[in-house]
């Protein structure tokens, strides 16, 4: 993380984060939809340990025509993304996944283009569907 990363000022945030993944009963094996539920929970657990700042967000993954080839759901706190259900996607990605926010789409694009034909992915707190 850079000197410029709000969560260098607030150690509180850094605290509250490390203390939901290790309290959390996060699944051991992801699978498809879990996200849909645990990304809203370490959302929800963070703003119970008053980081206002985390938010749910969705992973939209397209292919070459720019079609989406799946949607993911994490939560990101300023430029970091907290996904505790990616290793869905490949077991070589980690279980309690915490990436600044270009390192996470790269390595997703990289573990996930092959079996599902992405070539990009953005993140936002707009549903893509609707």
């Known amino acids: 993380m850079t000197d410029d990363n ?48 985390a938010e749910t967000v969705w992973v939209v993954a397209k292919d070459p025509d720019g079609a989406i080839v799946y949607l993911h759901k994490a939560t990101r706190v300023y430029s970091l993304i907290i996904d505790c259900t990616a290793r869905q996607f490949s077991p070589k990605l980690p279980p309690r996944w915490l990436a600044e926010e270009p390192n996470y789409i790269e ?24």
Do not use: K, Q, Y
Request: net charge negative.
């Open 6 to 53: 709000p969560l260098f000022a607030e150690p509180h945030t850094s605290s509250a984060i490390i203390d939901v993944l290790a309290r959390e009963a996060l699944p051991e094996h992801p699978v498809d939809g879990d996200c849909l539920v645990w990304a809203d929970r370490i959302t929800e657990a963070l703003h119970e340990r008053n980081v206002p700042a």
């Open 107 to 130: 390595a997703m694009v990289r573990e996930t283009s092959r079996p599902t034909g992405a070539i990009a992915i953005t993140i936002t707190t707009e549903n893509p569907l609707w």
